[in-house]
């Protein structure tokens, strides 16, 4: 138990205070409407649904724009339709890398993929060239004022959860996909813990160990211009990096 992702830990501190946190809305919105159109806009009997939407509450999207993205989603009002594209490749120093893009603009996406990936030193693979060193992950993220990780700890055991991470001012709780619900309802039952945002992540089984400074800014420097990209959802990478370059890239 409490495991951890160093790179998971910092990205997701940094992630706090990072002005391009202003994207969030963009992306709740495209997910909600994703979701929407491919699962019907009843929040009750749509799972992605209902957890694109808790997420948009939580990022504090009103309840007006919520309901707009439904509705643009099952095509009760005119929007932009959208559509899901997954790439898989290699940052630098072999780090796998899996981009999953919402766009309304494939071919505009996969030249501004591969751009990203040739400029920064990676490079573009074929279908399932990573993904079978992913697995599908529920993740909990929970805020953590007036919380240990013992307390944390022992409701991951007492709910069935995997597994627990300490990411500063939070902690993330990860499960199963299929036990993800059940694990959010027996926190959202907690007096004390407020759930900040819940998700389904790809979860590298091998890292990645990156054991240099400049080389670990190498890598950074490419993900970072790959989820600044404005059709990129999500990035996943098993990006690892050493403790003492852990350590430097904190106090960075």
């Not at 910092?10 to 946190?21: E, F, L, S, T, Y």
């Not at 490749?89 to 591969?114: L, M």
């Not at 992950?137 to 944390?152: C, F, P, R």
């Amino acid at each position: 138990m409490a495991g951890h992702s160093k790179w998971a830990n910092i990205k997701h501190r940094k992630a706090a205070a990072d002005a391009k946190r202003g994207k969030v809305f963009t992306r709740v919105s495209k997910e909600i409407m994703i979701a929407a159109r491919q699962g019907g806009g009843d929040v009750s009997a749509n799972p992605r649904l209902r957890l694109a939407v808790q997420n948009a509450r939580a990022a504090n999207m009103s309840n007006d724009k919520i309901q707009k993205a439904i509705q643009k989603g099952t095509g009760d009002m005119d929007g932009v339709s959208y559509e899901e594209y997954t790439y898989e490749g290699y940052a630098p120093c072999g780090v796998a890398v899996i981009v999953e893009t919402v766009t309304d603009n494939k071919n505009r996406t996969v030249s501004d993929v591969r751009h990203i990936f040739s400029k920064y030193g990676g490079n573009l693979g074929e279908t399932n060239s990573v993904a079978w060193n992913f697995e599908r992950k529920g993740s909990i993220t929970i805020a953590g004022e007036g919380l240990d990780e013992d307390s944390v700890l022992e409701h991951v055991l007492e709910a069935g959860a995997d597994d627990m991470t300490d990411a500063g001012d939070d902690f993330i709780v990860y499960t199963s996909p299929a036990t993800l619900q059940q694990v959010q309802s027996y926190f959202e039952q907690q007096e004390g813990v407020v759930i900040k945002e819940v998700k389904s992540d790809l979860m590298p089984n091998t890292p990645q160990t990156i054991e240099s400074i400049d080389d670990a800014k190498r890598v950074i420097k490419f993900l970072d211009a790959i989820e600044d990209n404005e059709d990129v959802q999500n990035v996943y990478s098993n990006f690892d990096p050493s403790d003492e370059v852990a350590a430097a890239l904190e106090d960075s």
